[in-house]
């Protein structure tokens, strides 16, 4: 019997008079459609004596005329040299060993260049001490290129000569009569850059060396300062730390600098049944929380005292009174009791910002005798003072400062009281930017210094104590630029270039008789007091370094550290060898007052801890301010490979976002939900730091976020001529980043509108599917077999439990593949950090496209690499298993289900780069009806891309989703005007690797230019590959060890016995594929 | 679609033919200018045999020194004479410079310290081993008046000016004519026809059969055959229209520098790789640049005689080609002013994007010769693409070649391997993996 019930779709249908509700039966719209409106006018077109007949003759002849014409040729040129450098062959690589040393990311690097371009950044080897390159250092050889740098020096918004300048800002200084100089810099810890400022004090007197870090570690420095005399950063080397607890320290990211990241990986790997225990106390999910054996989420204020209590239990000073809840409570105590176990192997770290957390934990540091703590060799990369830059902004507002020269800062933007910075900057007399780019405060100086980018200067840098780094031009400079050093040495008047100051700086001071080229060539130095270990304050490195008459020189050199001891060894110098460069005893006055904090109120550690634990939680939200993997702090805000990269943890590109617990955003009724095309949206929420103004953010909810803390990262939403209007996305948070502390008590409420996201990855958990990520804890690991914990997968044959290994339940033959080589790929699970490097490297390598955001919503990303990232809704990945398999019937899995959707408050996180697994039996390349797609012998799945018609049957066949379809021509196409849309930015392709085109698939080579490389080099010089030379350009990148590249009939080489390892995996190797990228099992060290 | 093939002469027919008759003029003046210089030297030489002379210059002082233009060192031309005249100099001097000049310049030399300085310091290499008669028959050969300049340059200036009538100009002047001749005819047929109707006289037309054409249109049989025919050959045509685009075999542009592989790689022997060096480690030839042209051509300003005659034939003169790369290059004679103007060469073999070639892997690894892709180079006086460049030609001599294994220890162990599969002591390029999509294509 039919139901009566009537059924509406709005509330017009039931007027059963509208004349709408009749109409729209009828026809499709309400009204007519104007389409003579629309044609023009008709009486006109009716006469045309152009009838329709007439214009299809005409559009089909111009057609075809067209193709026909279209058929001739091009007329190509070739334009040899006149003169060859001898170093250049035209189509061959040179590497260069540099730096990329930008103020916030301090790395040697190797730049892989053709034909005088550079094209890639590679990681030094050789320089391992100074921290592998990350996903900005890969992407920064892209800024080289950026369209919109400053092309010429500027006087406002016209370009000037560099002699008008020189003569102009020359003739200002002097002019200068009681009013000082600044120099506002980024960190520079460069010894030559210091000699020069100290000779430019000299000159001009009345200058004060101002060094400002956007993102500030003063508070780690000031402690450093207070216990051991100098300004620095301790220096941690993790590959010696098993019991590693951190409190809101993200060393995986970028605390103190970052570069960490490949010490820590050594020990995760388990060998011998052994490897590290990381615990983590964190608000936001950081990289270093998602890599933790034990997380736990814990608001700011509570981690100071979590602190405390640790203090107190570790040493056994009493901290006073210290009240945690108790889950807290019972978590501290087993990490002290942990740490005290591990003894001289264990070490604590933190990251928050306060000097007397920082000086508990050298103080906890000392007493644990720890092994992988280093005070002696100090990190130089930070060097900013916070008083200094305040200072500064207020001198400036009063009028004192007579003239500012900044490099490498964008004090406007970074700020967080920019606004009296550019008041105070319109009081200057002279103001002078060195900068890339028409920036936030370049636009708002007198004069812009056009400055190189780093590929293109000369540098050095004691990135560590003892460790020196040299950056070394890797192609002439582009533009009409100068670095700030070059005219530096103009304005005091000194000659000859910066290139022969930088080298006789270094064989007097440095090099210690070592060869000069030698060094530019390897790109790094160490000094042998420091690559003997250090430790020893006395100066016993002096017998073990040369007998020059230098020696007297470098008495106890390595162990001063930063701005003083170089003008101390300036003058040292000065006074012993009467050397020219430094000038007169008043350096031996300026003495970077302004980095001298105000050392004298820290305490010592039972003080600091005692301090510490008076620290109130706070009433409403507490934010913590954090940098992104992909943009730092946002100073390479215009590259679009960083722009386009996923964030590691929320796997969002082109925006920042507030981050909040689901419990919190409930109670504020945030939300995210996803759209029918698969986007991501969010509210949006007003935030306001002590009743300021507020900003709208958008919010991310984010699982293991900390119950009453939000996350929101610097780098986005900058203004200014620096960036293409694409790349102007996101919120600027550093105007919330008061008194630069990165920890601030916020209100939030929810505001109108709903924001679309970018974001790349829609699930959120792992839903218990064990055969795409594998794990175990490292008991199950070291005590039951493999089976137990990474089985093959079984299917039935003729009843009998066959594993799908087996070529019984193959669907194809099995080829021969033992002949030549066969190349697999192995990810470890255990040492992947999720840092991203490989992404990048990857971008740069085979000339991924970048589609902007709209298209990457649309999940169009052309990402040939993805790190996938889980989560488990129980606490263990394990518990996602057990739950799973205990789903009975239909009622209870769709709610189960449901809830192992929602990632918990503290999920276990897992990453997994997934590119191309190039099958042995490969679904797609049996159905592309072309052939486009085939197979190698040596193992890679190839792709012709001329051959491809785009019937994307590949895509939809394979079961690992890693093939990427060129909706639209992606160079040279101003819908896309990102970097393969100018000549310029097209400088940074690959020559060796197609530009593909629209309509075509693409996918991960696994790097087949490489390899064919690599082979090639070895035939042409007549001998065997070694193991170790076939390297794809994820697993160059990758300095964790977590990407191991090789050839597999190469017995006895890494790769084939990670073949063999028990963790070895293949992924969803029940479909039967036999990929030839294989995953080590996760294990994690996990107790009870 | 090719590229026109632009000749450097509007009329190579015409040309010909001049060339031939210039050729012959040519050789009757040298014959003569020959004879008269055997002739003028036997009355000048004095006790050197100028034409052993001849061969000892070449071989030892004409890297340095010209006849009659300063270069590295002073002109030679009568030498002996200029400096006996000139500074009081005698044979003996000349001895001891020749043989070790930086004594001669230490022992405080006057002249010898005024030449040393003139030319840059540049101390000219000691020949001891150079025996009195050896040094007589140099000076004897210096000795020798200039050969006149070349003649028959006059006689193919006027070749280029001698407009000569055009075969094109020809036929079309026929081709107008039977035109004319056609209209004629039909004029007077309809002349006569209107005469005879005027006259009343009946033209008889013969009731014929019917007309071939209607015959052939009303047998459907041969309409089908005859459609069908120049269907399939339309579609042949067709079909190789479409498969020629894009290949462009022969393709010979002009370019900027008249640049003859014939002289250089044919009669002059220099192999590939001296200019085309990046051949050997590159996957590009590349195109030499400006500096190794200099390195012979420093010494090179002008060509011989008889291959300036050459040129003639090609309508090219090649020392006027090679001050083209003085003026690029910014030499003046002498030294290099600064003033460079890069050439921009047509790039003559161009390989699609997408497909990936190393010429260091078949020319080093594969000990391919150039020739074999490249064609008869060092008898192309204009180079031009030899081989289509197509894939299936790329694919046939993939499977046709043999890889060179032996004393090549990289490929020790995948030659054992392979040759034990296949059940062959060769291995052709294809069954190393050499037909694989990715092995071009990525």
Known sequence: MSSNKKYWKSVEELNENSSIVEALQQNEFVEEIPTDEFLGDKESLESSSTSRRDFLKYVGFSTAAASLA?????????????VQPTEIVPGVANYYATTIANGFDFTSVLVKTREGRPIKIENNTDAATNGIANARVNASVLGLYDNLRVKAPMKGDSKISWETFMSETTSKLKGLKDKSIVLLTQSMPSPSVNKLIGEFKAKYGNVAHVVYDAVSESATLDAYQAKYGRRGMANYDFSKAKTIVSIGADFLGDWQGGGFESGYAKNRIPHHGKMSRHIQFESNMSLSGANADKRVPLTPSQQKLVLAKLYSEVTGNSAGGVKLPEVLDAAVKSAAKELSLAGRNAVVITGIQDVNAQTAVLEINTHLNSAAFDPSTTINTRQGSDKAVMQLVADMKAGKVGAIIMNGVNPAYTLPNASDFKEGLAKTELSVAFSMKQDETATDCQYIAAAPHNLESWGDFELKTGHYSMMQPTIRPLFDTKQFQEVLMAWTGATGSYRDYLKSVWIKDILNGSSFNKAVQDGVFVTRSASNGVGSKNSSSKTVTTTSSELKDKKDRTFLGGVIHDVAVGVGIKDEDKDEYVTSTTSKTINTSVDNADVTSVLTGGAAARALAKAKVAEGLELVLYTKTGMG?????????????????????????????????????????????????????????????AITVPVIIQPGQAKGSVGMSFGYGRTSKALKDEMKTGVNAYPLYQNFNSVQSVSIEKTVGEHEFACVQLHNTLMGRGDIIKETSLEIFNTKDKKHWNSVPVVSLNHIETPVTSPDVDLWDEFDRSVGHHFNLSIDLNACTGCGACVIACHAENNVPVVGKSEMRRSRD???????????????????????????????????????????????VAFQPVMCQHCNHAPCETVCPVAATAHGRQGQNHMAYNRCVGTRYCANNCPYKVRRFNWFLYNKNDEFDYYMNDDLGRMVLNP???????????????????????????????????DGEFQTACSAACGNGAMIFGDVNDKGSKIAELREDDRMYHLLEHVGTKPNVIYQTKVRNTKA | MKKSYQSLEDNPTNNMKQVIYCGLTSKIYSLCIVLLLTFSTSLTAQDGDPANGKSLYNSNCAACHKLDKPMTGPALRNVEARLADEQGLDRAWLSAWIRNSSSLIKSGDAYANKVYNEYNQI?????????????????????EPPAAPPVPVAGTEQVVQEPGISNNLILGALALLFALLAMALILVKRTLDRFAEAKGIEVITENKRMPLWKAFAQNQFLVLVTAIFFLLASGYFVYGYFMQVGVDQGYEPVQPIHYSHRIHAGDNGIDCKYCHSSARVSKTSGIPSLNVCMNCHKSISEVAPETLAEGNEYGVDYNAEIQKLYDAVGWDGTGYTGESQPVKWIRIHNLPDFAYFNHSQHVTVGGIECQTCH?????????????????????????????????????????????????????????????ECGKCHY
Request: hydrophobic share 30%; aromatic share 8%.
């Open chain 2, 375 to 435: 064609g008869p180079v060092e008898e192309m006086e204009i180079m031009y693409q030899h081989s289509p460049l197509t894939m299936g030609w790329c694919i046939n001599c993939h499977r046709e070649t043999d890889v060179k294994v032996k004393d090549n220890a990289y490929y020790t162990k995948i030659h054992e391997e392979l040759s034990k599969k296949y059940g062959v002591e060769q291995l052709t390029a294809a069954q190393m993996g050499g037909l």
């Open chain 2, 123 to 143: 101390a000219m290499t000691a020949f001891p081993q150079l025996s009195d008669q050896d040094i007589s028959d140099i000076l004897a050969y210096t000795a």
């Open chain 1, 862 to 908: 052309m990402h040939w690499l993805r790190i996938d990232r889980y989560y488990s809704s129980e606490d263990t990945f394990e518990g996602d298993n057990e739950k799973k398999k205990n789903i009975s019937g239909l009622g209870s899995s769709l709610s189960e289900f449901g809830e192992m959707e929602s990632p918990a408050d503290n999920p276990q």
């Open chain 1, 70 to 82: 279209a058929c001739e040729g091009p007329v190509i040129k070739s334009i040899p040299y006149i």
């Open chain 1, 992 to 1026: 060796d690797v197609t530009v593909r085109s629209r309509g075509v698939m693409e996918k991960c080579s696994m790097c087949i230019q490489k390899t064919q490389k690599t082979i090639l080099d070895a035939k042409r010089d007549g001998r065997p590959v070694k």
């Open chain 1, 633 to 693: 702090d946002g100073q390479q805000a215009n590259n679009p490979w960083l722009q386009e990269f996923p964030d590691p943890i929320t796997r969002t590109t082109w925006d920042n976002y507030l981050t909040i617990s689901q419990s919190d955003a409930d109670k504020l009724e945030l939300k995210n939900w996803n759209v029918a095309n698969g986007g991501l949206n969010g509210s949006y929420a007003k935030v306001s730091v002590n009743g300021a103004e």
